[in-house]
């Protein structure tokens, strides 16, 4: 692309969300959503092949309907309670209807199917902006909503949780993997944001990281299915041994950072007397942690049958920069003991 | 004054149910033009002078323009508009719709009259709207210039996605 119209792109973005983050009126938070909708369009659809477009444009739209959704709620809630501050929402119905549109925007179950096409048709890189810098505006409205329905959120997780382990479950194409990934992430976030927002943001900066590395190994491999990284282990041999350990920080499992997220979650649902809800989403986590097992077999646990020639292939230096995959996946496997310090940044 | 609401609210509904109908591009957008008239009209009436100035020049001067000439690129060999059946009878469909769903919401007498409280109406020099729109454009300047450039990326997304001849899923023009 142009790196003229890239740059424009890529500043739209940064501005949307700073628009959101800035905003404590609805019309300029909408404003900063639809302003990221917008910057990634062409971004998606720069390929112009048909499977890229029909991924804008299928983003385009559930996008455009949840923001429209939002916009309709604010404007009810300025009819309904005279006002338009984020902070000071008081009627539960405004609130429901903007929960489900952050919701559709961010892609929780229920309303998440757009997430695993929409993510197929999209490179890697491009994958990686829409799941990690496109889920901070409408993850800092959710933040600061009141909690009118309890219970809603609390289903919102937990079959977020469930739809991305059980979805996730016979999916061969890796991004198809990582969208059903970031469902259930993202349904342990909405999970404890109404007990406690900073282990939400928690979560959410912890979930960035390791896709963020995931995305990464994905991309120096050039692999967008699970039988391509059955070659990684000759072409890269150092990353092909800690990317079980990144998967595995993925599914939460302890010492891994990706425990982190989940002990202190769990910890929070049955200091408030969830004990029955903190059990389904452990055991829902199980499933996903099947798949990513499931990668970590294919790709370094086992080594595939290859002829001779692939077995030792030239280690040619990669143009791709692999200082971002570096920090990233130290910080993915080694945080977890740095917990308190992570707790403490986080302040809402 | 009253009745002109009346009328404005009726031209309304039945352009929403000319739009509904399903028509060809081209009369859907006549439709349009007359729902957003009478929409227009109902906000002057209540102060919104100001607003529905501009709805009339962006909305049906700018967009439905171009909406128009986007539709006209898409030739349809026979167009149908109210003139044929099916239209025709999907929009008395939704005619009668909104007719039966008006008579069972309606609640007595007093709901179905209205009182003119701005007895003022064409001697005011100050509408409703003009306190809003100074406050827009002296408090809500950085707004309106982030507006404008928000427009600015809008064109150049709108110019990516349809660079190119043939490429991708849009037509070689």
Redesign the interface.
């Known amino acids: 692309m142009n790196p003229y119209i890239l740059s424009i792109l890529l500043f739209g973005l940064g501005l949307g969300t700073m628009t959101t983050f800035a905003s404590s009126h609805w019309l300029l938070a909408w404003m900063g959503l639809e302003i990221n909708t917008l910057a990634i369009i062409p971004l998606m659809a720069q390929h112009h092949h048909p499977r890229a477009v029909e991924a804008a444009t299928k983003y385009f739209l559930t996008q455009a309907a949840a923001a429209a959704m939002l916009l309709f709620a604010s404007t009810t809630n300025a009819w309904l309670t005279g006002q338009w501050d984020i902070q000071q929402m008081t009627h539960p119905l405004p609130i429901t209807m903007i929960t489900l549109a952050l919701a559709l925007k961010v892609g929780l179950a229920p309303l998440h199917a757009w997430l695993p096409e929409v993510l197929q048709g999209l490179d890697l890189s491009t994958g990686l902006i829409l799941s990690t810098w496109q889920k901070l505006a409408p993850f800092s409205l959710l933040l600061q909503m009141q909690t009118s329905n309890p219970t809603m959120l609390i289903l919102l997780g937990l079959t977020s949780t469930l739809v991305g382990g059980w979805g996730g479950l016979n999916q061969t194409q890796l991004r198809k993997i990582l969208a059903y990934s970031s469902i259930a992430h993202l349904g342990w976030m909405i999970l404890v944001m109404q007990f406690s927002p900073s282990l939400s943001l928690l979560a959410l900066m912890t979930y960035f990281i390791m896709t963020f590395s995931a995305f990464l190994v994905f991309k120096l491999n050039k692999a967008t299915n699970i039988n391509s990284l059955a070659s990684s282990w000759a072409k890269m041999p150092v990353i092909t041994s800690l990317t079980p350990l990144i998967l595995l920080s993925l599914g939460g499992l302890p010492p891994l950072t990706g425990f982190l997220p989940k002990w202190l979650i769990l910890q929070e649902l049955a200091k408030q007397a969830l004990p029955l809800t903190a059990t389904l989403a452990a055991l829902t986590a199980l499933l996903s942690l099947y798949f990513y097992l499931r990668l970590c077999y294919a790709m370094t646990l086992t080594m595939s049958p290859n002829n001779l020639v692939g077995t030792a292939p030239w280690r040619l230096p990669s143009f791709q920069l692999t200082l971002p995959l570096a920090t990233t996946t130290t910080m993915t496997i080694l945080l977890l003991p740095l917990a308190p310090a992570a707790t403490t940044l986080m302040t809402i | 004054m009253v009745y002109i609401f009346f009328l404005f609210l009726f031209c309304l509904v039945l352009g929403l149910a000319a739009v509904a109908s399903n028509p060809s591009p081209y009369f859907a957008a006549l439709g349009l033009v007359m729902v957003a008239g009478a929409g227009c009209g109902v906000l002057v009436g209540h102060g919104g002078s100001f607003l529905s100035l501009v709805l009339f020049l962006i909305y049906l001067g700018g967009m439905l323009v171009v909406f128009a000439y986007s539709a006209a690129l898409a030739a349809e060999p026979y167009p149908e508009g109210l003139g044929s059946w099916p239209v025709l009878g999907v929009m008395l469909t939704y005619a009668l719709g909104a007719v039966m769903a008006s008579v069972f919401f309606w609640g007595g007498w007093y709901e179905g009259s209205w009182t003119s409280a701005d007895e003022f109406v064409e001697f005011s020099l100050f509408r409703g709207d003009i306190a809003g729109v100074a406050l827009m454009y002296s408090m809500g300047g950085g707004?309106l210039i982030?507006?404008a450039?928000?427009l600015l990326?809008?064109l150049?997304?709108v110019l990516?996605?349809t660079r190119?001849l043939s490429?991708?899923?849009l037509r070689a023009v």
Do not use: C
């Open positions: 707004i982030m507006g450039w928000v990326l809008t150049f997304v990516e996605l190119g490429r991708g899923a």
